[in-house]
């Protein structure tokens, strides 16, 4: 088999909808790989905060199985580890020779030390050490200096401070007049763009590069230059925005509380910051296309473009992410383009970011990825009507114990909730989420069926904690655990 070179490129908290055509955030560069490639319309995460989604788009395992439940920085280690010897997908390629590297933003466990997941060279901009948030690289910092700047955070020429009793005081979006050149997005490209150079040098070995960047992660800092490609007053309210979450648990009210002093207009300024990171970083994706191009390696490179998780955006007047489990937080692009992927092709179906390790290895390898995601060659490669159109994701909590389970099957959604009424939707006749149905009696066959099927996959992916729930205090899913006792 003739290996192809795989280009991985990703970003924090970036909605699906940021990368599809009636969407006002400026990415043509997405556009045109979208175009050579293969989009993905309905990609779930398999949990909506960083490190769990993280660690299952690298093994293909749900949470509950890799151990990395919660963010690495913010619990102690038994609260969230991930488990030992667990195979990435990186390593796979290793094994069958690829020359390995990653650039950027980890956040997948507590060592960062990725030669012990698959990875030649890596340098990691933004590591969590010892259980807390380093902001910049020694490298970084020194970079930033040579341009002339303070080393740590930018200048921000613009913010929106929200501030409550007790609480630090907490920057939303801002707007810097520095250079594009000193954002770690820039730094992170051109060390990608370097790699390139270098692995020219030995064309007949195939490479892997993976860029992780942390824009356009909230706080949303927005660089001038692209900030002026958005004017606020033309950025629609949500459909969802005056949705006062009655029919749903309190804890989603509690949050919305959190921004109770913002008005629309600065929930418009926070989204032109958002969308202006999302072009930043676009143009730096063309930036590594172009030198991709220029070393003759477009051709036999595949590209992988997605996110970890998405952002409510004012959506629900919330924003960031977290336990309410609305499409805006769960739903991410998902963009394949090169050798083995179909041109211009869209798939609506419902896919999990799960399906992507056994899709890549298939891709590079010709061999198999076990876990618990779906090779995605066949949906790709044809109309596959075997395909089942369902995703499945957890909520462990975050700092705070919440659990949750997720399920899509066509058009609807069910919420297993361990913190208040489950929930149910119904995402073709009320695609912003507006209503649970979860107590409609006319849903009550469809909600007992999806309830059974979640039960099913607990049970397959050895979700012991969940299935062995069977005292009379967590007896409140609208069906057990022990379906086959009737």
């Keep these: 088999m003739n290996q192809p070179n795989l280009i991985f490129l990703m970003t924090d908290q970036q909605r699906a909808d940021t990368v599809e055509t009636a969407s006002l955030c400026q990415t043509p560069n997405l556009t045109s790989l979208a175009e050579a490639g293969t989009q993905f319309h309905r990609c779930y995460a398999a949990n909506p905060i960083c490190s769990p989604s993280r660690a299952s788009l690298m093994t293909g395992l749900l ?35 690829y020359h390995t590297a990653y650039f950027g933003k980890w956040h997948i466990e507590r060592s960062n030390r990725l030669e012990n997941f698959g990875f030649d060279a890596y340098h990691l901009t933004s590591p969590f050490v010892d259980g807390y948030y380093k902001q910049h690289s020694e490298e970084y910092q020194t970079y930033r200096r040579q341009l002339g700047l303070q080393a740590d955070e930018p200048e921000l020429a613009e913010a929106r401070v ?29 060390e990608g763009i370097n790699f390139l150079h270098q692995a020219a040098q030995d ?88 030198t991709l191009d220029e070393l003759g390696q477009r051709d036999n490179t595949i590209i992988v473009f997605c996110s970890d998780h998405g952002d409510f955006l004012g959506a629900h007047r919330l924003f960031t992410k977290g336990i309410p489990p609305f499409e805006e937080a769960y739903r991410v692009p998902l963009i394949m383009s090169g050798p083995g992927i179909p041109v211009n092709k869209q ?41 089942r159109s369902e995703a499945y994701a957890e909520m462990h909590g975050q700092r705070f114990a919440y659990t949750q389970r997720l ?80």
């Design 63 to 97: 949470p509950h199985t890799h151990g990395m439940v919660d963010c690495t920085h913010t619990v102690p280690p038994y609260r969230a580890s991930l488990q030992p010897n667990l195979p990435f997908w990186s390593q796979a390629l290793q094994a069958a020779g």
């Design 162 to 190: 929200v501030k409550q009793k007790g609480y630090r005081d907490l920057t939303l979006y801002g707007i810097t007049d520095e250079p594009v050149e000193a954002t770690r997005e820039y730094y992170v490209y051109s």
């Design 203 to 290: 064309p007949q070995r195939p490479f892997l590069l993976f860029l992780s960047t942390e824009a356009p992660h909230d706080p949303y800092i927005a660089v001038r230059e692209y900030y002026e490609h958005y004017d606020p007053a033309d950025i629609p309210r949500p459909n969802s925005f005056g949705d006062d979450l009655a029919d749903k648990p309190a804890i989603y009210r509690r949050l919305q509380n959190v921004w109770h002093g913002l008005e629309w207009q600065q929930y418009a300024e926070a989204t032109a910051c958002y969308y202006a990171s999302c072009s930043m970083i676009d143009a730096q994706i063309g930036r590594l296309l172009a």
């Design 347 to 387: 798939i609506h179906q419902i896919i999990s970011l799960l399906d992507v390790a056994p899709t890549l290895v298939a891709l590079t390898t010709g061999g198999e990825f076990a876990g618990h995601g779906r090779s995605l060659l066949a949906l790709m490669q044809s109309d596959d009507s075997e395909w």
């Design 407 to 486: 399920l899509w099957q066509e058009q609807y959604k069910y919420v297993f909730n361990t913190i208040g009424e489950d929930e149910f939707y119904d995402l073709t006749a009320d695609p912003f989420e507006l209503h649970n149905l979860a107590r409609e009696s006319r849903y009550l066959d469809v909600i007992e069926t999806m309830a059974a099927r979640m039960w099913e996959i607990m049970h397959e992916t050895d979700d012991f904690n969940m299935v062995n729930a069977q005292d009379p205090m967590y007896r409140y899913a609208p069906v057990g655990p022990s379906l086959d006792e009737g």
